[in-house]
């Protein structure tokens, strides 16, 4: 049983630190240090694979994670998309309108015992974004091909994001605990 107690509180750890990425994240981008801004974006993609790997190993994560997981999530998604919107590069009402799924979505979980676990239309949509923010953001050499990908794969990310929403909110109580 320790293992698992350690596993958690490593998940725990990281869900944390993910958290804490998003302000030097946005700071990243604000000053225009796009590499920096990249680097931060897979790191806190990766730990978000991380954690979840070790909650799963551990047979369960805390009820905490679950609640602050997917806030950490928005946070490291939202900074980018909001960065890339003031710039820009995406339209607005869509990032607007991925805010108001997150908004809605955060509400419900907020009233799940559980913490509302993501489905498997919510964990698309969240490695979708990062692989298109990753793409968007891209600072290197093939800067312009990648960063047509990543807008184009926005698209379907955007699609995902709004279908798991109205799963999470159709579905009965029951259905939506697994």
């Known amino acids: 049983m320790p293992n698992r107690r350690i596993q958690r509180r490593l998940a725990d750890g990281l869900t944390v630190g993910r958290a804490l990425l998003g302000l030097p994240l946005i700071v990243a981008l604000g000053c225009g240090e796009m590499g920096t801004a990249w680097w931060l974006l897979l790191v806190g993609g990766l730990s978000d694979a991380a954690d979840g790997w070790l909650a799963r190993r551990a047979g369960g994560g805390s009820i905490w994670g679950a609640r602050l997981d997917p806030l950490t999530d928005k946070i490291l998604i939202l900074a980018p998309l909001l960065w890339l919107g003031a710039e820009g590069i995406l339209p607005l009402w869509a990032i607007w309108l991925l805010l108001a799924r997150e908004l809605l979505i955060s509400g419900w979980r907020a009233g799940q015992g559980s913490g509302g676990p993501a ?16 793409l968007l953001l891209w600072p290197w050499i093939g800067q312009s091909h990648l960063q047509t990908l990543g807008f184009w794969l926005f698209w379907p990310s955007l699609l995902l994001a709004l279908s798991s929403a109205w799963g999470y909110v159709k579905a009965p109580a029951a259905d939506r605990q697994s």
């Open 119 to 134: 489905s498997w239309g919510g964990k698309a949509k969240t490695i979708l974004q990062f692989a298109s923010l990753l």
